[in-house]
T-cell receptor
């Protein structure tokens, strides 16, 4: 158990809908990362938050947004869903000691858009 | 910008033989390098990391990795492969991505599927 909790584990929804994925980082970790994993794209970095503030942005679509709350949990919002958004979405967290700290991953949320 | 390349989509090795999974990176400044393993329908598990010091890093499950600065490589190795090592392996690099505290982007390679044949 990595200590990172993601809910829900599975999500099935229709095209055009909006969903929210939730991530609770390990206790004490200030950084949260979101990744999308699909078969043809590998592990794509979406966005990173540190202590409530956005710190780095990757290949995140405008239809997607995220935030990190004061209690450090994070949510990834996906709207106007398309079939191609079906993927595994991972959250990871890391401790505040800088770039040398490894990130710990949750079990992921499998999103299926039908 | 930082990037990671894993040139092999798949590596096949016989059980008991040594294995190598290749990784090269590109980053400005000092690289912090990581290897992760992913089993089916699971999240990524940390294996080992290179921060500084000895170029040979030892990690979990008997894995080790060799950092080579001149070749910008960080290959994962194991002297004797087990069938249970069959999984997807990811190399990652982390470096400063901005000026604010905690601005450390973590970039992954596409992954290499390791199959250990009994």
């Amino acid at each position: 158990d990595s200590g990172v909790t993601q809910t829900p584990k599975h999500l099935i929804t229709a095209t055009g809908q909006r969903v929210t994925l939730r991530c609770s980082p390990r206790s004490g970790d200030l950084s949260v990362y979101w990744y999308q994993q699909s078969l043809d794209q590998g592990l794509q970095f979406l966005i990173q938050y540190y202590n409530g503030e956005e710190r780095a942005k990757g290949n995140i679509l405008e239809r997607f947004s995220a935030q990190q709350f004061p209690d450090l949990h994070s949510e990834l919002n996906l709207s106007s869903l398309e079939l191609g958004d079906s993927a595994l979405y991972f959250c990871a967290s890391s401790a505040p000691q800088g770039a040398e700290g490894e990130a710990f991953f949750g079990q992921g949320t499998r999103l299926t858009v039908v | 910008a930082q990037s990671v390349a894993q040139p092999e989509d798949q590596v096949n090795v016989a059980e008991g033989n040594p294995l190598t999974v290749k990784c090269t990176y590109s980053v400005s400044g000092n690289p912090y390098l990581f290897w992760y393993v992913q089993y089916p329908n699971r999240g990524l598990q940390f294996l080992l990391k290179y921060i500084t010091g000895d170029n040979l890093v030892k990690g979990s499950y008997g894995f080790e990795a060799e950092f080579n600065k001149s070749q910008t490589s960080f290959h994962l190795k194991k002297p004797s492969a087990l069938v249970s090592d069959s999984a997807l392996y990811f190399c990652a690099v982390r470096a400063q991505a901005g000026s604010g505290a905690g601005s450390y982007q973590l970039t992954f390679g596409k992954g290499t599927k390791l199959s250990v044949i009994p």
